[in-house]
């Protein structure tokens, strides 16, 4: 295992069991880290051999819903990260139970190993570009099937309005979700906030998955249907409430493919 704190990820809960949201809303931890050039496929297997073992023990005790690692499809220029990897907890004390694991295998491990896992760090991570992002999910739907992508919606509610802004969500963009996710056309659907602040740049982040980058189009279809089925009242009502609600300027996009992922339901 490798010298670093925690290595989780930009998605929030993609596969967790109708059984696990019963008992509360699990917390997502997400890391960021950017390849060394040309150590992308590299930095992936790492991430993939050094954190299986502990991770897929805690899915079998309970204490993992699901973790997995994803890259971001679109680029920015000079972006901050390449990969970004998640562990989704069933609650703060699976963070304990995992905590104590990694601390009982670097405690384990032999100064010999310690170097040879500090130069392959060294080797595929540039340095100083690990950060983290701790979510906890609002509203989640248990999925099906492995998901490939994942479309990620950010929002910034303005102040005083969160309860607003979650409730414009669940009554406008959550029947259109439910319907696709229904069909098959998406995989899941959710909104989280962030559990530990840090970017202010965002308070609510809609998010769905989907076997295939086709289903965006199916998707926006769908909303532009809700949206016409409207009456001009409606549609004048819902355009105010956004505007009352969020910071309209504050929204970006981003879409990951999903490069390894396990789960209590099963995954790779």
């Known amino acids: 295992m490798k010298q670093r704190v925690l290595l989780a990820c930009l998605v929030p809960l993609l596969l967790v069991s109708a059984a696990a949201l019963a008992e509360g809303d699990p917390v997502t931890w997400v890391s960021f880290l950017k390849a060394q050039p040309g150590q992308g496929e590299d930095l992936t297997q790492m991430l993939i051999r ?11 005790e309970g204490a993992v819903l699901e973790w997995g690692i994803g890259m971001p499809i679109v680029h920015r220029g000079n972006d901050s990260y390449s990969h970004a990897q998640w562990v989704t907890f069933a609650d703060w004390s699976g963070v304990d139970k995992f905590m104590k694991g990694f601390m009982a295998g670097m405690m384990s491990m032999s100064e010999e190993d310690r170097e040879a896992n500090a130069a392959e760090w060294k080797k ?3 340095a100083g570009s690990h950060s983290d992002a701790i979510h906890r999910s609002i509203h989640v739907s248990p999925s099906k099937g492995r998901p490939a992508y994942l479309n990620l919606g950010f929002y910034k509610a303005k102040p005083g309005h969160d309860s607003e802004a979650q409730k414009l969500w669940e009554t406008f963009a959550a029947p259109v979700y439910a319907k696709l996710a229904e069909e098959g056309t998406i995989q899941g659907y959710g909104l989280f906030e962030p559990e530990i602040h840090g970017d202010y740049s965002w308070s609510h982040c809609s998010w769905y998955t989907m076997p295939g980058l086709a289903a965006r189009d199916a998707v926006d279809n769908a909303f532009d ?3 016409a089925a409207r009456s001009e009242d409606e549609s004048a009502s819902v355009q105010t409430s956004f505007r009352e609600d969020f910071e309209s300027e504050a929204h970006f996009d ?3 493919m999903i490069v390894h992922y396990n789960s209590a339901g ?3």
């Open 225 to 227: 249907a809700a949206m």
């Open 124 to 126: 595929n991570v540039v």
């Open 266 to 268: 099963g995954g790779e």
């Open 50 to 60: 050094t954190d299986t073992p502990l991770y897929d023990q805690l899915i079998e």
């Open 254 to 256: 981003n879409v990951v």
